[in-house]
């Protein structure tokens, strides 16, 4: 895993994308309307880096980028540590490159090695603060698909599914804190989602899915809150989950989509009480969906995109064309801007009555499967062997 800083002026005062999905860890942003076409988004620079997948993170006019190397002309610094290994046969074909986003907390950037390593690093200088070899202390096997979740700062703890299990480590030193929801790794058990924060039932609580299981766990104590299984073939449960009032929406790949309901009344004193809402035969795939609304815009499995209403679990439309593999997608108002693998672009309004897509862009010639990244009128885009820049015509 090799991990670079590249770009422009220093300001750490914050950070506008500073971890998966961006600040609420949701894809939602609060700006300025996009306009209705993209005819107007031109590309400002790019910078040629070695082969990848995490999406990029930005601070002010800052962005990092995990897994490169050879950036050209712009860059700042450059820090390594051993750590490849090749996933599976079945998913080779795209490639055994580092996946997981780093996160960044202000002064320090969390970075998920492929082989169960975290890495903290000074995000001035790149020097390394510590680094955890998770199958070293947990004696724990070697992920299959290698370290893919994305770590999750808050306070002085980093949240991270790794070590064949749920962890809260301590962000100064490394030192685990507690670790729960604990499994055999391996094949079966390393995980692909990435948790979040959640308020539900009037508790807050971490948001986590396993490769079988969905649950809520105490941030302080580890305590699992209530847990439910969602089966997915070959344990494939790779979206982040995504909060809809009291109730949590994911979707499972060779299962169906569910929304579950949370309540703070339950048969078991310790725990929560955790209720199926309804469920759908929809597979979701790789993508996170958007929430705004009463609906979820969600890309399949069958590479089509639909539009469910979560009050109801009722399919509001879902597409006849395909549109790639992967999307990942961000929500600005009643837009939607959402980037395939293949490089494309598309513009969307968030349209509960039918799919209306306003435009679309060709913006890469790479494959495209890091996470958008949008600040103002910024948009940064991960290619395969990259990252460009592209910002609104005022």
Same mark, same amino acid.
């Given at each position: 895993?090799?991990? /670079?800083?590249?770009?422009?002026? @220093?300001?750490?005062?914050?950070?506008?994308?500073?971890?998966?999905?961006?600040?609420?860890?949701?894809?939602? +942003?609060?700006?300025?309307?996009?306009?209705?076409?993209?005819?107007? +988004? *031109?590309? /400002? !620079?790019?910078?040629?880096?070695?082969?990848?997948? #995490?999406?990029?993170?930005?601070?002010? *006019?800052?962005?990092?980028?995990?897994?490169?190397?050879?950036?050209?002309? &712009?860059?700042?610094?450059?820090?390594?540590?051993?750590?490849?290994?090749?996933?599976?046969?079945?998913?080779?074909?795209?490639?055994?490159?580092?996946?997981?986003?780093?996160?960044?907390?202000?002064?320090?950037?969390?970075?998920?090695?492929?082989?169960?390593?975290?890495?903290?690093?000074?995000?001035?200088?790149?020097?390394?603060? !510590?680094? %955890?070899?998770?199958?070293?202390?947990?004696?724990?096997?070697?992920?299959?698909?290698?370290? %893919?979740?994305?770590?999750?700062?808050?306070?002085?703890?980093?949240?991270?599914?790794?070590?064949?299990?749920?962890?809260?480590?301590?962000?100064?030193?490394?030192?685990?804190?507690?670790?729960?929801? $604990?499994?055999?790794?391996?094949?079966?058990?390393?995980?692909?989602?990435?948790?979040?924060?959640?308020?539900?039932?009037? &508790?807050?609580?971490?948001?986590?899915?396993?490769?079988?299981? @969905?649950?809520? %766990?105490? #941030?302080?104590?580890?305590?699992?809150?209530?847990?439910?299984?969602? #089966?997915?073939?070959?344990?494939?449960?790779?979206?982040?989950? /995504?909060? =809809?009032? *009291?109730?949590?929406?994911?979707?499972? =790949?060779?299962?169906? /989509?569910? @929304?579950?309901?949370? &309540? $703070?009344?339950?048969?078991?004193?310790?725990?929560?009480?955790?209720?199926?809402?309804?469920?759908?035969?929809?597979?979701? =795939?790789?993508?996170?969906?958007?929430?705004?609304?009463?609906?979820?815009?969600?890309?399949?499995?069958?590479?089509?995109?639909?539009?469910?209403?979560?009050?109801?679990?009722?399919?509001?439309?879902?597409?006849?064309?395909?549109?790639?593999? =992967?999307?990942?997608? %961000?929500?600005?108002?009643? $837009?939607?801007?959402?980037?395939?693998?293949?490089?494309?672009?598309?513009?969307?309004?968030?349209?509960?009555?039918?799919?209306?897509?306003?435009?679309?862009?060709?913006?890469?010639?790479?494959?495209?499967?890091?996470?958008?990244?949008?600040?103002?009128?910024?948009?940064?885009?991960?290619?395969?062997?990259?990252?460009?820049? !592209?910002?609104?015509?005022?």
């Amino acid at each position: 895993a090799l991990f /670079t800083l590249a770009l422009l002026p @220093l300001s750490l005062l914050a950070a506008d994308w500073p971890q998966w999905r961006g600040p609420g860890r949701d894809s939602i +942003l609060q700006g300025a309307a996009w306009p209705e076409k993209l005819t107007g +988004l *031109e590309k /400002t !620079w790019r910078v040629a880096l070695d082969k990848g997948y #995490p999406g990029p993170i930005v601070s002010k *006019e800052r962005p990092w980028v995990a897994g490169t190397k050879n950036a050209t002309g &712009k860059q700042i610094w450059e820090t390594s540590w051993p750590g490849s290994m090749s996933v599976p046969f079945f998913a080779r074909s795209n490639g055994s490159w580092i996946r997981a986003t780093p996160a960044f907390d202000g002064e320090s950037l969390f970075v998920a090695g492929m082989r169960d390593v975290l890495v903290c690093l000074d995000a001035a200088t790149g020097k390394e603060r !510590w680094r %955890v070899d998770f199958m070293e202390r947990y004696k724990s096997p070697l992920p299959a698909f290698g370290f %893919v979740s994305s770590p999750l700062v808050e306070g002085d703890a980093v949240y991270i599914q790794a070590g064949a299990s749920f962890l809260k480590v301590n962000k100064k030193t490394g030192e685990t804190l507690w670790r729960t929801l $604990k499994d055999d790794g391996g094949m079966y058990g390393s995980t692909f989602s990435s948790p979040t924060f959640a308020t539900l039932a009037g &508790k807050r609580q971490l948001l986590v899915q396993t490769r079988t299981t @969905l649950a809520g %766990v105490d #941030p302080e104590k580890g305590d699992v809150l209530w847990d439910q299984k969602i #089966p997915a073939m070959r344990g494939m449960n790779i979206l982040t989950p /995504t909060v =809809y009032g *009291e109730g949590v929406f994911t979707s499972a =790949y060779g299962a169906k /989509t569910y @929304l579950f309901n949370i &309540k $703070k009344e339950s048969t078991d004193a310790k725990k929560m009480d955790v209720a199926e809402g309804w469920n759908i035969a929809m597979e979701g =795939y790789m993508s996170s969906p958007v929430v705004i609304g009463k609906h979820a815009y969600l890309h399949l499995r069958n590479q089509r995109v639909s539009c469910v209403n979560l009050e109801t679990g009722k399919t509001a439309w879902t597409t006849t064309k395909t549109y790639g593999k =992967y999307w990942s997608m %961000v929500a600005n108002g009643d $837009k939607i801007l959402a980037l395939d693998e293949r490089g494309i672009l598309y513009l969307l309004k968030a349209n509960p009555e039918k799919f209306e897509l306003l435009d679309e862009k060709k913006v890469s010639d790479q494959e495209c499967w890091g996470h958008l990244a949008i600040v103002g009128d910024e948009v940064f885009i991960r290619e395969l062997q990259g990252i460009s820049a !592209w910002k609104w015509k005022k």
